[in-house]
């Protein structure tokens, strides 16, 4: 197969990722006779360097010329402290998803054997949690009108009925691919967009007689996600309270370094790791890059090679069982590997592993 994939390291961390996420889709270009064309865009605080413009218009040609963009993170501390920066690194994500229309995000969390230690909650919560966010990404606060003076600030938190239903409805064909279980999170008893969620999904429930859907506040969700993570199969939501509980979800892999996620919905797919730019680790080779190497596997995966991914995913499993880690993932007393190392190795892994 032939991928046009556009790159996009952003800031911070993500060109150390990135560069391991490419090398293993290399790897796998060469083992499985692919063809996979990398060429390279800008987008964040470098290209607010660069452009003036956080997502310049040669990155949305580039993206909507492409089969896929592999990206990886945004942000930089010299905005972070600036309430008053009229740009932002973070503006040039949220125009990039609007302009591909990305209006779902599906962030996948599971649990690695060899890593279970590592979280903070009990092996026994955690062993087999297995759970998919799906988090609308085009709408809500973020988006919706917003008013900033020195005494008063808003955000609107808009949703239309046709915003609503569309997730929704990827939410029940990711249920019915799974443990047929949706879970709708949202706050009816308080909010008026909660309440059209709750309605809408209310409705369209009997089109999915197979699948067992229930209803849950987000703050009631936030406390069953740490308590009994197993509970969940499919669970579906508004874009900021899907972007608060991936963060905390990340906290039952023992890592926020490795989960991955796929943005689709509209013109170009994007593939891109949860976490952020973690500023404080650039160019010390100490990042994880497991995370963006799993939304590469995502991609390949997205487009039907599925073998492929599952290759990418061993991979993975291989270096976590030999202890190829990185910092925030090494056991005890052993020595950590760079963010170079480990992407080194399971590209490597994914030359000689069976299929
Ligand atoms: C995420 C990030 C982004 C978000 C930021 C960087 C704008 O936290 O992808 O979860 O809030 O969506
Ligand atoms: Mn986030």
Same mark, same amino acid.
């Given at each position: 197969m032939e991928l $046009?994939?556009?790159?996009?390291?952003?800031?911070?961390?993500g060109p150390e990722i990135s560069k391991e996420g490419v090398k293993v889709l290399e790897n796998v270009s060469q083992r499985f006779d692919h063809k996979f064309i990398f060429k390279y865009g800008d987008v964040g605080a470098v290209a607010i360097d660069?452009?003036?413009?956080? #997502?310049?218009?040669?990155?949305?040609?580039?993206?909507? $010329? %492409?089969?896929?963009?592999? #990206?990886s993170a945004v942000g930089d501390p010299r905005y972070d402290n600036n309430p008053s920066a009229k740009v932002r690194p973070e503006q040039g994500l949220l125009k990039m998803r609007k302009s591909l229309d990305l209006y779902a995000n599906v962030r996948p969390i599971a649990t690695f054997e060899a890593l279970l230690s590592k979280s903070p909650l009990k092996e026994e919560v955690i062993r087999d949690a297995d759970f998919v966010c799906i988090r609308e990404l085009t709408g809500g606060m973020y988006f919706g009108e917003k008013y900033e003076s020195d005494n008063m600030a808003y955000d609107t938190n808009i949703y239309t009925r046709k915003e609503i239903e569309r997730?929704? $409805?990827i939410g029940y064909n990711y249920a019915r691919r799974r443990r047929k279980h949706l879970t709708v999170v949202d706050k009816a008893n308080v909010l008026a967009s909660s309440r059209l969620w709750r309605k809408i999904a209310q409705e369209i429930a009997s089109d999915y007689p197979d699948i067992k859907t229930d209803y849950m506040f987000v703050d009631n969700v936030s406390m069953r996600i740490i308590q009994d993570p197993k #509970?969940?199969?499919?669970?579906?939501t508004e874009n900021t309270f899907g972007d608060i509980l991936t963060d905390e979800a990340s906290v039952i892999t023992g890592s926020m370094g490795l989960l991955p996620s796929? %943005?689709?919905?509209?013109?170009?797919?994007?593939?891109?790791?949860?976490?952020?730019s973690w500023p404080e680790a650039a160019g010390k080779n100490i990042a994880n890059p497991i995370a963006q190497i799993l939304s590469a596997a995502m991609l390949l995966e997205y487009f039907g090679l599925v073998e492929e991914g599952r290759l990418i995913r061993k991979g993975v499993e291989l270096s976590l069982q030999n202890h190829i880690s990185t910092p925030d993932i090494q056991k005890e007393g052993l020595k950590a590997f760079t963010t170079e190392e480990v992407g080194t190795y399971i590209a490597n892994a994914i030359k000689h592993l069976e299929l």
């Open positions: $046009k994939i556009a790159v996009l390291p952003g800031d911070g961390i660069k452009y003036g413009d956080p #997502f310049p218009e040669e990155t949305l040609k580039l993206c909507e $010329k %492409s089969d896929a963009v592999l #990206f997730i929704l $409805k #509970f969940f199969d499919v669970m579906v796929a %943005s689709i919905g509209g013109k170009t797919p994007l593939f891109e790791p949860v976490h952020g």
